[in-house]
């Protein structure tokens, strides 16, 4: 369908929707330049803004630093060899600490200090986000619009809280305006994973989380459901079937194959069959880029391939409580 | 100091998303399966088509040319884990006009001959032998009837497309109905080609040779079935004391390349952290399923040469190569299952040898639909074909649309490859066609870090360097090189291919699916222009600054 009909004066609002780039710097950056790129009205991004390793850079003698990435030893002697190293640890998500031998040996087998320093270093760069999306969108019509998913802790989702934009919205668990017309409904928690993330729920409990939240909502049919968790078995859940009774966990291996499952929610998947909001927006499953529909109401989750510096994303177009076009997009 | 001289452990959260690393076995299987163990060209193909040849060393050089190629692909997958094949890795290096053209064209159009090729194979490899082979082993008449009729243009035809129809509803119904299923062909297929092995290796050129007149006197109705089809086929210009021909050797590999460049098929990685393990077990699997592939071709060679010696070895290619219906049973060229068929007296191993084979053909078909309908579900989310054919079925969760095309699309492939007598010769293209995919592949892994440097420096292939060179570029080179060799050697060599048809016909295919596939990319483009959408955007990259 036409975005722009030549009978219907309207202007249809353009959403970019991405998610899942778990820490990753270049990623989050194309993001907010996606606005201009795209030619968007609003960027909306789904959960999971956290990293998930942390690289010890331990100092040694004569200025050098020795780190270990993607299995590899690395002896970096130099700072250019050192801003390559932070350039590559940026893209893939990861954070970083220098600090000496000591300090090192210190942190070995304490998960607890480990998780407190995730969290600092987390809750720095998502503060730094913010003021880049500031800054990048300062002088634009476009809102940003952001939350946590499962893998995301509170506590580095508070740095939202606490730092107030003009151009950045903390969507997490609200309603919040998204046009004139149209609002948007956001959850972050998944169904349980093999790793017990921060924020898991039953599905019962999303769905609680869910019908508390309908009520604020102006017109379900005019509203954009932006849940983190895909709908069950829906073809943008498919992941691998694993086996968390060891660790890490392994997938499970039927007859010579890995065994593939929906690991969504049905809770989502009721919501957008029962209230038939405007579009379901979902990430969590990287590798399940895909599109179906519940009813008139289509959903999407447009994978992610953050790990590459790669954006996959969506363009959806709205207008009246209904898509009139979508495209996705990989930057 | 010394606990700072090693490198310090990453510090992971317990919502790392780590995996433990596949055991490399079950993907071994599956790349196993789909290089074809059966295909019988090199035996048939090449002996009499390349005189003075050397199977087992034009093998080995298959082997060696794709060995490279496989590796490249390893690069590549572990690079961009999620994407998985040839489309993504060519669109991200050369574009996505250029992505989208070839593999639409030189893969999903092509392998549609593949669907045509594995029915024929199911009829004249698999039900043919199978039920001529019952017939002369049981005594019943109606067996060698069925298996006559198998081998005609109404029994091919009618078995690719029940075959064809058998594929669709299989792997629609849900790819873990396929999974079952495909457990159980891997050890039928590896019985049956084990018992087609044991059969050459207990026999000589003498027995197999008496074997092969009872066998084919029951079937034929002839006697000295051996020194007629000898006679003939040297008199149809078989030279049956030709020197040792090096070029020959070397011109054997792309025939035994149609068998292991599927070595590649199936690379897909998922990998949420990147890691060397990943890395190292993909080589491993890659490599390792190439090295048993070509290990069983070339002991299925010793054993042919073993078994029926040269001379035999050169009767059966004269019956594909010249055509000597002499060297016929049946109606069926002698491939390397119909002889061993007659050197067993018991219906139980010939059973157990046609259904291998039969299994085998099947697997061919489910190969096509898994690997076309994936990159048309990846193309139609790309915007580059219609939303229709990335529509999943909300049962069974399975593109059934991009299924049914390709079945619908199939149909009239199989008309024509059994029906119009020019068929097979204008399209000699397929084996060109495909090759020339995983060619360019091996050249996108090479400029990979040059052209998507990014993408190379965050993933864990970039760590392995030959001086300053990436190792990827040194590998995707030598396989670019390899590859160009073997689909050029289909494009101009008269034993080969497309310039023994003397005419152009066949090159003017080749050349109208690619225009076929550009045309689609225009057209697509412009039909999503024309809703406002860029379809540039599934491919162009977000300047990050």
Redesign the interface.
């Known amino acids: 369908m036409p975005l722009f009909s030549k009978k219907e004066k309207e202007k249809a609002t353009r959403l970019f929707y991405a998610c899942d780039i778990h820490g990753s710097e270049p990623t989050y950056r194309k993001f907010l330049n996606a606005a201009k790129f795209y030619e968007v009205d609003a960027l909306v991004f789904g959960g999971d803004l956290m990293g998930k390793l942390l690289i010890p850079m331990v100092r040694e003698a004569g200025g050098t630093w020795r780190a270990r990435l993607q299995g590899q030893s690395h002896h970096i002697k130099s700072e250019e060899e050192l801003a390559e190293f932070k350039l590559t640890m940026q893209t893939l998500g990861f954070y970083w600490q220098e600090m000496d031998p000591e300090e090192y040996a210190s942190y070995e087998g304490q998960q607890d200090r480990i998780d407190d320093l995730f969290d600092v270093l987390a809750k720095e760069r998502l503060a730094q986000w913010v003021t880049l999306a500031e800054e990048r969108l300062a002088d634009t019509p476009v809102h940003v619009y952001l939350c946590g998913g499962n893998d995301d802790t509170d506590e580095v989702l508070s740095a939202l809280d606490e730092t107030t934009t003009d151009r950045v919205v903390n969507a997490e668990n609200r309603v919040v305006p998204l046009d004139d017309e149209h609002e948007l409904l956001t959850i972050g928690y998944s169904t349980p994973t093999p790793w017990e993330t921060p924020r898991e729920r039953t599905d019962e409990e999303i769905g609680e989380v869910i019908e508390k939240l309908m009520p604020s909502v102006s017109d379900p049919a005019k509203t954009v459901f932006n849940f983190h968790c895909p709908p069950l078995d829906s073809g943008l859940d498919t992941c691998l079937k694993l086996d968390a009774s060891v660790w890490p966990p392994k997938p499970v291996i039927e007859r010579g194959q890995p065994v593939h499952y929906g690991a969504g929610s049905q809770a989502v998947a009721d919501a957008l069959a029962n209230h038939q909001p405007t579009v379901g927006l979902h990430g969590h499953i990287h590798e399940s880029r895909g599109a179906t529909k519940y009813g008139r109401t289509p959903a999407f989750n447009p994978g992610s391939e953050y790990g590459e510096g790669v954006l996959r994303g969506l363009i959806v177009a709205i207008r009246g409580g209904e898509v009139i076009g979508h495209q996705f997009t990989s930057g | 100091?010394a606990?700072?001289?090693?490198?310090?452990?990453?510090?992971?959260?317990?919502?790392?998303?780590?995996?433990?690393v596949?055991?490399p076995?079950?993907a071994f299987?599956?790349n196993v399966l789909t290089m074809g163990i059966i295909f019988p060209w090199t035996y048939v193909w090449a002996p009499t088509a390349l005189e003075g040849s050397n199977l087992v060393l034009g093998i080995v050089f298959a082997f060696v040319f794709e060995l490279p190629i496989a590796l490249a692909y390893v690069w590549l997958a572990t690079?961009?884990?999620?994407?998985g094949g040839d489309y993504v890795f060519q669109s991200r290096v050369f574009g996505g006009g250029f992505g989208f053209t070839v593999v639409f064209a030189f893969f999903v159009v092509w392998i549609l001959q593949w669907v045509a090729l594995s029915g024929w194979l199911l009829a004249t490899l698999g039900i043919a032998p199978t039920f001529i082979g019952l017939g002369v082993t049981t005594g019943v008449g109606a067996f060698t009837d069925i298996g006559t009729w198998a081998a005609s243009t109404t029994g091919i035809i009618v078995i690719s497309i029940v075959n064809a129809l058998a594929a669709l509803v299989l792997l629609v119904t849900g790819?873990?109905n396929y999974?079952?299923f495909?457990?159980v062909m891997?050890y039928a297929i590896l019985i049956s080609f084990g018992i087609v092995l044991l059969l050459f290796l207990l026999n000589d050129p003498a027995s197999a040779t008496a074997k092969l007149d009872t066998f084919a006197g029951e079937v034929n109705g002839v006697q000295g079935f051996f020194e007629t089809a000898r006679a003939a086929a040297a008199e149809a210009g078989v030279n049956f004391d030709p020197p040792f021909w090096l070029l020959g050797t070397l011109l054997v590999a792309p025939i035994a390349w149609t068998s292991l460049q599927w070595a590649t098929y199936s690379s897909e990685q998922?990998?949420?952290?990147?890691?060397?393990?990943v890395f190292r077990s993909q080589v491993f699997i890659i490599v390792g399923s190439l090295t048993l592939t070509a290990g069983l071709l070339i002991l299925l060679a010793v054993a042919m040469q073993k078994g029926i010696g040269e001379d035999g070895i050169l009767v059966a290619s004269s019956g594909y190569w010249y055509g000597v219906a002499e060297a016929t049973i049946g109606g069926n060229v002698m491939f390397p299952n119909l002889m061993a068929m007659g050197l067993t007296g018991s219906w139980i191993v010939v059973l157990l040898i046609g259904i291998g084979f039969i299994l085998n053909s099947f697997q061919i078909v489910c190969n096509c639909y898994i690997g076309t309908t994936r990159i048309m579900v990846a193309q139609g989310?790309?915007?580059l074909l219609p939303?229709w054919f990335?529509?999943?079925h909300?049962r069974w969760?399975t593109p059934v649309n991009a299924h049914i095309a390709y079945f619908l699309a199939a149909l009239p492939v199989i008309w024509g490859f059994n029906m119009v007598g020019e068929w097979a010769r204008w399209t000699l293209g397929v084996t060109f066609a495909n090759g020339a995919v995983m060619t360019l592949s091996a050249l996108a892994a090479a400029l990979l870090p040059y052209r998507a440097r990014?993408?190379y420096?965050?993933?864990?292939g970039a760590?392995y360097t030959v001086g300053s060179v990436p190792l990827v570029t040194v590998v995707g080179l030598l396989g670019f090189v390899f590859g160009s060799f073997m689909v050029g050697s289909f494009l101009f060599r008269e034993e080969l291919g497309l310039a023994y048809t003397g005419d152009a016909v066949p090159y003017y295919i080749v050349l109208g699916t690619a225009v076929f596939g550009l045309l689609v990319y225009f057209v697509m483009r412009q039909v999503?222009a024309?809703?406002?959408?860029?379809v540039e955007?599934?491919?162009?990259?977000?300047?990050?600054?």
């Not at chain 2, 998922?270 to 393990?277: F, H, P, Q, R, V």
């Not at chain 2, 024309?530 to 860029?534: D, F, P, Q, T, V």
């Not at chain 2, 955007?537 to 600054?545: G, L, Q, S």
């Open positions: 100091m606990e700072a001289a090693a490198a310090p452990q990453v510090f992971t959260r317990r919502a790392s998303g780590l995996v433990r596949m055991s076995y079950s299987i599956y690079s961009m884990p999620r994407s790819f873990r999974v079952r495909q457990y891997w998922g990998g949420e952290i990147k890691n060397a393990n989310l790309d915007g939303d990335a529509r999943v909300p969760k990014k993408v420096e965050a993933s864990p760590a999503r024309s809703a406002g959408l860029k955007y599934a491919f162009r990259e977000i300047p990050p600054e």
